[in-house]
């Protein structure tokens, strides 16, 4: 039972090491010149590989991209 155990867990993160080396994720926050957040903020991520990407700012001016392919260069 052990052994099963140590075999499941160690192919989980295997898995998961895997499947982290094919997405990357962009996070950020927009601010005004005094440092205050903006919200509903357009923000687009340009690639000549993918097409473009647009997010609007959260409330509190934050932004995230998640599950973006690695870059092809």
């Not at 957040?37 to 995230?64: C, D, H, M, N």
């Amino acid at each position: 039972m052990k052994k099963t155990f140590a075999i499941a867990i160690s192919l989980m993160f295997l898995v998961i090491w895997v499947y982290s080396q094919e997405y990357g994720n962009i996070y950020g926050t927009v601010n005004d010149e005094e440092g205050a957040p903006l919200p509903g903020v357009s923000v687009t991520l340009t690639s000549q590989f993918y097409p473009a990407k647009t997010v609007i700012t959260s409330e509190a001016g934050g932004f995230r991209f998640p599950r973006l392919p690695i870059a092809k260069d």
